[in-house]
Protein backbone atom coordinates (compact mmCIF):
# COMPACT_ATOMS: atom_id res chain seq x y z
CA UNK A 1 0.00 0.00 0.00
CA UNK A 2 1.29 3.62 -1.05
CA UNK A 3 1.81 5.63 1.76
CA UNK A 4 -0.39 8.51 -0.04
CA UNK A 5 -3.18 7.45 -2.36
CA UNK A 6 -4.77 9.86 -4.87
CA UNK A 7 -7.95 9.58 -7.27
CA UNK A 8 -5.24 10.63 -10.71
CA UNK A 9 -8.65 12.11 -12.13
CA UNK A 10 -8.67 13.44 -14.36
CA UNK A 11 -11.39 15.63 -13.12
CA UNK A 12 -13.05 17.60 -16.01
CA UNK A 13 -15.32 20.07 -14.95
CA UNK A 14 -16.88 23.40 -15.84
CA UNK A 15 -15.92 26.82 -15.36
CA UNK A 16 -17.96 27.81 -12.00
CA UNK A 17 -18.35 24.34 -10.67
CA UNK A 18 -17.03 22.73 -7.14
CA UNK A 19 -15.01 20.39 -7.20
CA UNK A 20 -12.87 18.09 -4.31
CA UNK A 21 -10.14 15.94 -4.26
CA UNK A 22 -9.82 13.12 -1.60
CA UNK A 23 -6.34 11.89 -0.12
CA UNK A 24 -5.58 8.99 2.03
CA UNK A 25 -2.58 8.46 3.94
CA UNK A 26 -1.07 5.73 5.40
CA UNK A 27 0.55 6.93 8.77
CA UNK A 28 -1.60 7.36 11.80
CA UNK A 29 1.04 9.29 13.49
CA UNK A 30 1.18 11.76 10.48
CA UNK A 31 1.64 15.62 11.52
CA UNK A 32 1.80 17.81 8.72
CA UNK A 33 -0.02 18.27 5.78
CA UNK A 34 -0.28 20.09 2.80
CA UNK A 35 -1.75 20.30 -1.03
CA UNK A 36 0.55 21.79 -3.47
CA UNK A 37 -0.40 22.58 -7.22
CA UNK A 38 1.82 21.76 -9.87
CA UNK A 39 1.12 22.74 -13.42
CA UNK A 40 2.52 21.03 -16.33
CA UNK A 41 6.63 21.03 -16.73
CA UNK A 42 6.68 23.35 -13.60
CA UNK A 43 7.95 22.83 -10.04
CA UNK A 44 5.65 21.87 -7.23
CA UNK A 45 4.15 24.90 -5.14
CA UNK A 46 2.40 25.33 -1.51
CA UNK A 47 -1.51 25.62 -1.84
CA UNK A 48 -2.35 25.37 1.65
CA UNK A 49 -1.10 23.67 4.51
CA UNK A 50 -4.16 21.64 6.65
CA UNK A 51 -4.75 22.07 10.05
CA UNK A 52 -6.99 19.92 12.35
CA UNK A 53 -9.78 22.46 12.67
CA UNK A 54 -10.20 22.59 8.21
CA UNK A 55 -8.70 26.14 7.01
CA UNK A 56 -9.96 28.10 4.02
CA UNK A 57 -8.17 30.43 1.86
CA UNK A 58 -10.11 31.94 -0.92
CA UNK A 59 -11.88 29.38 -3.05
CA UNK A 60 -9.62 26.85 -1.18
CA UNK A 61 -11.17 24.57 1.81
CA UNK A 62 -8.68 21.95 3.08
CA UNK A 63 -10.08 19.56 5.81
CA UNK A 64 -8.43 17.08 7.55
CA UNK A 65 -10.23 13.64 8.90
CA UNK A 66 -7.97 12.12 11.08
CA UNK A 67 -9.77 9.04 12.35
CA UNK A 68 -10.27 8.07 8.61
CA UNK A 69 -6.58 9.16 7.90
CA UNK A 70 -7.62 11.87 5.12
CA UNK A 71 -7.73 15.01 3.65
CA UNK A 72 -9.26 16.72 1.24
CA UNK A 73 -9.42 19.69 -0.65
CA UNK A 74 -12.69 21.79 -2.18
CA UNK A 75 -12.29 24.44 -4.99
CA UNK A 76 -15.24 26.44 -5.56
CA UNK A 77 -15.83 28.82 -8.36
CA UNK A 78 -13.22 27.07 -10.67
CA UNK A 79 -11.42 29.09 -12.85
CA UNK A 80 -9.70 28.19 -16.18
CA UNK A 81 -6.62 29.02 -14.12
CA UNK A 82 -7.01 26.37 -11.64
CA UNK A 83 -6.44 23.46 -14.39
CA UNK A 84 -3.49 22.26 -12.64
CA UNK A 85 -2.34 18.77 -10.86
CA UNK A 86 -2.97 19.03 -7.35
CA UNK A 87 -0.47 16.65 -4.82
CA UNK A 88 -1.45 16.04 -1.63
CA UNK A 89 1.38 16.13 0.53
CA UNK A 90 1.63 14.50 4.40
CA UNK A 91 5.22 13.31 6.63
CA UNK A 92 5.46 9.95 6.19
CA UNK A 93 6.64 6.86 8.71
CA UNK A 94 9.84 7.55 10.22
CA UNK A 95 8.64 11.59 11.05
CA UNK A 96 10.91 13.25 9.28
CA UNK A 97 10.34 13.17 5.39
CA UNK A 98 7.41 14.58 3.03
CA UNK A 99 5.66 12.17 1.22
CA UNK A 100 3.74 13.06 -2.14
CA UNK A 101 0.75 11.36 -3.82
CA UNK A 102 0.65 10.67 -7.09
CA UNK A 103 -1.42 13.65 -7.93
CA UNK A 104 -5.11 14.63 -9.22
CA UNK A 105 -5.32 16.48 -12.76
CA UNK A 106 -7.95 18.50 -12.92
CA UNK A 107 -9.30 20.58 -15.88
CA UNK A 108 -11.71 23.50 -16.00
CA UNK A 109 -13.05 23.88 -19.26
CA UNK A 110 -15.01 26.91 -20.54
CA UNK B 1 11.23 36.28 -2.89
CA UNK B 2 13.69 33.93 -1.76
CA UNK B 3 13.90 31.19 -4.51
CA UNK B 4 15.52 27.98 -4.58
CA UNK B 5 18.31 28.10 -6.95
CA UNK B 6 19.06 24.55 -9.05
CA UNK B 7 21.26 24.11 -12.31
CA UNK B 8 21.37 22.84 -14.66
CA UNK B 9 17.48 23.40 -15.95
CA UNK B 10 18.42 20.65 -18.87
CA UNK B 11 20.65 17.88 -19.11
CA UNK B 12 21.29 15.23 -22.04
CA UNK B 13 23.91 12.85 -21.15
CA UNK B 14 24.83 9.63 -22.66
CA UNK B 15 23.88 6.20 -20.77
CA UNK B 16 27.05 4.89 -18.47
CA UNK B 17 28.25 8.94 -18.30
CA UNK B 18 28.40 11.24 -14.90
CA UNK B 19 25.93 13.86 -14.54
CA UNK B 20 25.88 16.05 -11.40
CA UNK B 21 23.06 18.62 -10.30
CA UNK B 22 23.45 21.38 -7.88
CA UNK B 23 21.38 22.98 -5.69
CA UNK B 24 21.54 26.29 -3.31
CA UNK B 25 18.62 26.55 -0.58
CA UNK B 26 17.18 29.42 0.46
CA UNK B 27 19.33 31.13 3.28
CA UNK B 28 18.72 29.81 6.73
CA UNK B 29 16.75 26.58 5.51
CA UNK B 30 18.42 23.37 7.49
CA UNK B 31 16.34 20.96 5.62
CA UNK B 32 17.36 20.36 2.32
CA UNK B 33 15.59 17.51 -0.23
CA UNK B 34 16.07 15.88 -3.27
CA UNK B 35 13.28 14.40 -5.08
CA UNK B 36 12.76 12.49 -8.54
CA UNK B 37 9.78 13.12 -10.56
CA UNK B 38 8.82 11.07 -13.55
CA UNK B 39 6.17 12.22 -15.51
CA UNK B 40 2.78 11.34 -14.46
CA UNK B 41 3.75 10.27 -10.92
CA UNK B 42 4.33 11.95 -7.51
CA UNK B 43 7.69 13.41 -6.84
CA UNK B 44 9.91 10.63 -4.86
CA UNK B 45 12.49 11.49 -2.20
CA UNK B 46 15.53 10.32 -3.03
CA UNK B 47 17.51 12.28 0.06
CA UNK B 48 17.25 14.23 2.77
CA UNK B 49 19.67 16.43 4.34
CA UNK B 50 19.20 17.99 8.36
CA UNK B 51 21.99 20.76 8.12
CA UNK B 52 25.30 18.68 6.94
CA UNK B 53 23.79 15.31 7.72
CA UNK B 54 22.04 12.74 6.02
CA UNK B 55 18.40 11.81 8.09
CA UNK B 56 16.79 9.67 4.78
CA UNK B 57 18.59 7.89 2.04
CA UNK B 58 16.58 5.22 2.09
CA UNK B 59 15.19 5.15 -1.73
CA UNK B 60 18.58 6.50 -2.58
CA UNK B 61 19.83 4.16 -5.63
CA UNK B 62 23.38 3.97 -3.65
CA UNK B 63 25.31 2.21 -6.08
CA UNK B 64 24.87 5.09 -8.82
CA UNK B 65 23.46 7.81 -6.60
CA UNK B 66 25.66 10.03 -4.43
CA UNK B 67 24.24 13.13 -2.45
CA UNK B 68 26.50 15.81 -0.57
CA UNK B 69 25.92 18.71 1.89
CA UNK B 70 29.09 19.40 3.25
CA UNK B 71 28.97 22.66 4.52
CA UNK B 72 25.35 22.61 5.66
CA UNK B 73 24.34 25.03 2.69
CA UNK B 74 24.47 24.23 -0.72
CA UNK B 75 24.25 20.42 -1.67
CA UNK B 76 25.19 18.39 -5.30
CA UNK B 77 23.43 15.58 -6.64
CA UNK B 78 25.60 13.00 -8.49
CA UNK B 79 24.89 10.09 -10.74
CA UNK B 80 27.37 7.78 -12.40
CA UNK B 81 26.62 6.19 -14.45
CA UNK B 82 23.65 7.64 -15.65
CA UNK B 83 21.01 4.45 -16.79
CA UNK B 84 17.92 5.04 -19.75
CA UNK B 85 15.63 4.66 -16.60
CA UNK B 86 17.54 7.59 -14.77
CA UNK B 87 15.50 10.29 -17.08
CA UNK B 88 13.07 12.45 -15.17
CA UNK B 89 12.94 15.75 -13.73
CA UNK B 90 15.53 15.94 -10.40
CA UNK B 91 13.87 18.37 -7.98
CA UNK B 92 15.72 20.10 -4.93
CA UNK B 93 13.53 21.78 -2.29
CA UNK B 94 14.33 23.42 1.54
CA UNK B 95 12.48 24.16 4.19
CA UNK B 96 13.18 25.45 8.17
CA UNK B 97 12.35 22.46 10.16
CA UNK B 98 11.95 18.59 9.00
CA UNK B 99 7.99 18.20 8.39
CA UNK B 100 7.67 21.56 7.35
CA UNK B 101 6.92 23.31 4.00
CA UNK B 102 9.22 23.10 1.09
CA UNK B 103 10.11 25.43 -1.07
CA UNK B 104 10.77 24.15 -4.89
CA UNK B 105 13.51 24.82 -7.04
CA UNK B 106 12.74 24.95 -10.80
CA UNK B 107 14.02 21.27 -11.35
CA UNK B 108 16.64 19.53 -13.40
CA UNK B 109 15.36 18.09 -16.62
CA UNK B 110 17.57 14.96 -17.25
CA UNK B 111 17.49 12.87 -20.40
CA UNK B 112 19.91 10.22 -20.89
CA UNK B 113 20.52 8.69 -24.56
Known amino acids: RKEVEQDPGPFNVPEGATVAFNCTYSNSASQSFFWYRQDCRKEPKLLMSVYSSGNEDGRFTAQLNRASQYISLLIRDSKLSDSATYLC???????????FGAGTILRVKS | EAEVAQSPRYKITEKSQAVAFWCDPISGHATLYWYRQILGQGPELLVQFQDESVVDDSQLPKDRFSAERLKGVDSTLKIQPAELGDSAMYLC???????????FGQGTRLTVV
Open chain 2, 93 to 103: ASSTENRGRAF
Open chain 1, 89 to 99: VVNGKGGNKLV
